[in-house]
Structures are given as C-alpha cells and as structure tokens.
C-alpha cells in the first residue's frame, strides 16, 4: 500500500531556506507522478510544484517560481522541495501527494489521489 510521509517543515525567518522531504514507501516511484501541496489557515490547499516519474518535467506555481526546486531520488523513493527566499506568506501545512502513472499531471489538488498527513512550515521573524 501507497503510504507517504513529509518531514524537514519548521519555523524559520523570513529569508530563509528548508528542505521538505516526501518518503514513499509500497510502491515502484518511476510509476507515479508527484506533487506538493500547501494550505494555509482559511485557504484552499494549491498546488506548490509537481514533477512527473523520472523526473525530467516540473511545474511551479507562480508564486514560488525561481524561489523553491522540486526533486526526485527514486532509488531512494524520496521526492523533496528546496524552499529559499521563504516569506511569510509561504506560512502554510504542506502536503506530498502521489498520483499512478509516470507523466506530469496538473499540479492541482484533485489531480492526486494518495496524501501524506502533512508538515507545518512557519515563516516569521
């Protein structure tokens, strides 16, 4: 069974950077595409940046483009999320997502069918 599991969130000062990673455990990873996720309190969750199997297309949301990377080490069945330039507004849960089949999907929320529980990221001084 498909399980995931984000670690690496935390509290950090504006301008800073994290590492999020997303563990994926059950399945062969090449097969399925990936995604983050955020929601922060009183909003929609939306899609932060996904990547398709192998790792060859990504997409961003404009408001983290040229700020956060989306990566991938299947041979570790590891999908991470370097995060720099963190402002306040980046405050939110994050969640990884999994969704069968190696292509890039739109990263959007209902396009992903396995969810992690999630990583609280706190920007504030």
């Known amino acids: 069974q498909l399980q995931l599991v984000e670690s690496g969130g935390g509290l950090v000062q504006p301008g800073g950077s994290l590492r999020l990673s997303c563990a994926v455990s059950?399945?062969?990873?090449?097969?399925?595409?990936i995604g983050w996720f955020r929601q922060a309190p009183g909003k929609e969750r939306e899609g932060v940046s996904c990547?398709?199997?192998?790792?060859?297309?990504?997409n961003y949301a404009d408001s983290v483009k040229g700020r956060f990377t989306i990566s991938r080490d299947n041979a570790k069945n590891t999908v991470y999320l370097q995060m720099n330039s963190l402002k306040p507004d980046d405050t939110a849960v994050y969640y990884c997502?999994?969704?069968?089949?190696?292509?890039?999907?739109?990263?959007?929320?209902?396009?992903?069918?396995?969810w992690g529980q999630g990583t609280q990221v706190t920007v504030s001084s």
């Open positions: 997502a999994a969704a069968p089949g190696p292509r890039l999907r739109r990263c959007a929320p209902a396009e992903y069918e396995y």
């Open positions: 059950g399945v062969t990873l090449d097969y399925y595409a």
């Open positions: 990547i398709s199997g192998r790792g060859t297309s990504t």
